[in-house]
């Protein structure tokens, strides 16, 4: 369930916040709203992440169907238990899904987040695909340091020690 309540808050959230800014801004205005820190920027991307391959939406389209597909197998095959794995992967569909829906009925990808440190306008949906693969990044890397780990010795105990 949390996979499901994840992707679609995180695709309802990047819908609301995108109509927000195609209806109260043009392509290419700017809202200052931290001086040389960060700004509202609306940006129509036909590419992907920092415009690359503009105009091979086709990819995209065809990527996020199947990173979609992939979530919804994932959910069914991951332990109830792993919320970081679930909460991650409801994420990434999510943000898969909300970029996928502005390529298809609009044909490229609003874009409105622009931090002055670097030159790219990014949006609410990249944001949580990224914190998504670094959640899903640390729960195989918890996943893999507990396999790692002795079982049934705590830390400061020694195997085969005799008693007295």
């Known amino acids: 369930m949390l996979v499901w309540l994840a992707m679609i808050g995180v695709w309802g959230i990047d819908r609301l916040v995108k109509v927000l800014v195609q209806t109260n801004f043009i392509p290419g205005e700017t809202l200052i709203v931290i001086p040389k820190v960060f700004h509202l920027t609306y940006v129509l991307n036909p590419g992907a992440a920092f415009g690359l391959m503009a105009g091979q939406t ?3 389209v065809v990527t996020a169907f199947l990173v979609v597909g992939g979530v919804i197998y994932g959910q069914y095959r991951i332990s109830r238990d792993e919320t970081i794995t679930r909460l991650a992967l409801g994420m990434i569909g999510g943000g898969a899904l909300g970029n996928l829906y502005d390529r298809l009925i609009i044909g490229r ?6 931090f002055q440190i670097w030159p ?3 949006n609410f949906a990249d944001s949580m695909i990224v914190v998504g693969a670094g959640l899903l990044m640390l729960a195989v890397y918890q996943e893999e340091k507990s ?6 010795e705590s830390k400061g105990e020694f195997k085969d020690q005799p008693n007295g």
């Open 58 to 60: 086709w990819i995209f």
């Open 147 to 152: 396999k790692d780990e002795p079982k049934g």
């Open 120 to 122: 790219y306008v990014f």
């Open 109 to 114: 990808v609003v874009d409105y987040l622009d």
